[in-house]
């Protein structure tokens, strides 16, 4: 039996990912494709105790702590569900994965990319994403977009703009080494065309409509 693919999605707060991923997965499903949605930190009862942990703005969680924490949710994410679910021929599509702590321990927190990726690459082992969607939105609209939403901010939420504007320079050169891998696709376009644009560019590993 072929190995599920792993699909992600990054981007920053507010740019569409949970958006693209409910759309999508009645897309991939309408093309015959078996595919679980999962959402990070979080998608196990261990990862989800974990997940309410570092984004309580109550506690004081240092960046290194959050980074760990991040990194020990995605461990027990993929040994429980993701391995598991590619190894019977599942696809999985995930709603942030390593890229985010690249991104937002290594740019936006200033640990730099090279030391979260040992932590992470330490934690998901063989699960890497087959491809990655990277929404770029700017950084105000996409958080105008997440403050229409009513519940209360997180920790990484409250953050101020320079934090994002390392966050989305972090994404930009995780993509530049490897555009094989990350397609961009613009989140400013209304989610009809984002989704049309995430199958394009996951087009080379859908099977045949015959
Ligand atoms: N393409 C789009 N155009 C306009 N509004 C959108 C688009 N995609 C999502 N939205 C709206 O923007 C808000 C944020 O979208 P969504 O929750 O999908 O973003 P997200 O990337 O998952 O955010 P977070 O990182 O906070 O989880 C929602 O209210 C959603 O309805
Ligand atoms: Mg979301």
Request: aromatic share 4%.
């Amino acid at each position: 039996m072929n190995r599920g693919r792993l699909i992600t999605i990054e981007g920053i707060d507010g740019a569409g990912k949970t958006t693209l991923a409910a759309g999508l997965i009645d897309a991939l499903r309408a093309r015959g494709i078996d595919v679980i949605p999962l959402r990070e930190p979080g998608g196990v009862p261990t990862a989800e105790r974990i997940r309410d942990l570092v984004i309580d703005p109550e506690l004081p969680v240092s960046a290194r702590t959050e980074a760990l924490l991040y990194a020990a949710a995605r461990a027990q994410l993929v040994e429980e569900a993701i391995e598991p679910l590619l190894a019977r021929g599942t696809w999985v599509l995930l709603d942030r994965f390593i890229d985010s702590s690249l991104a937002y321990q290594g740019g936006g927190r200033q640990l730099g990319i090279d030391a979260v990726r040992a932590i992470n690459e330490f934690a998901i082992r063989t699960a890497c994403p087959d491809r990655t969607l990277l929404l770029t939105i700017d950084p105000g609209r996409g958080r105008s977009r997440s403050h229409s939403r009513t519940r209360e901010l997180d920790r990484l939420e409250r953050e101020q703009d320079d934090f994002f504007e390392r966050t989305v320079a972090a994404y930009e050169e995780l993509r530049s080494q490897d555009p094989q891998r990350i397609r961009q696709i613009d989140a400013a376009q209304a989610p009809e065309q984002v989704l049309q644009a995430a199958l394009g560019e996951l087009a080379d590993l859908l099977p045949d409509p015959s």
